[in-house]
């Protein structure tokens, strides 16, 4: 079992940036998948970015590529986005995942074996 803790979220304008953290324990950091999903009230929840074991291989959602960037420090056991351009839409829990199975990131959360508690980010218009 991989244990996860998100932080960095909080309230920023549109345009402003975020960085956000999620802190990785209990099995190696480097052998296993990693992604960043989100959930905004009302709606169900979507795959954001996803990184692979290596940090070589990255993937995103439409609707961030240009302004958010996944990264991973496997030293530190930390994954981590930059978000950048916030738009008020971006208004969500975000969430970090593991995906111990998996070298290479999924979109589909289902995957996903470990999920951090949330950490919410608010964009004003």
């Known amino acids: 079992q991989v244990q996860l803790v998100e932080s960095g979220g909080g309230l920023v304008q549109t345009g402003g940036s975020l960085r956000l953290s999620c802190a990785a324990s209990?099995?190696?950091?480097?052998?296993?998948?990693m992604a960043w999903f989100r959930q905004a009230p009302g709606k169900d929840r979507e795959f954001v970015a996803g990184i692979s074991s290596s940090a070589r291989t990255t993937n995103y959602a439409d609707s961030v590529k240009g302004r958010f960037t996944i990264s991973r420090d496997n030293a530190k056991n930390t994954m981590y986005l930059q978000m950048n351009s916030l738009k008020p839409e971006d208004t969500a829990v975000y969430y970090c995942a593991a995906d111990r199975n998996r070298y290479t990131s999924t979109i589909y959360g289902t995957y996903y074996d470990d999920w951090g508690q949330g950490t919410q980010v608010t964009v004003s218009s």
């Open positions: 209990g099995r190696p950091f480097s052998s296993y998948a």
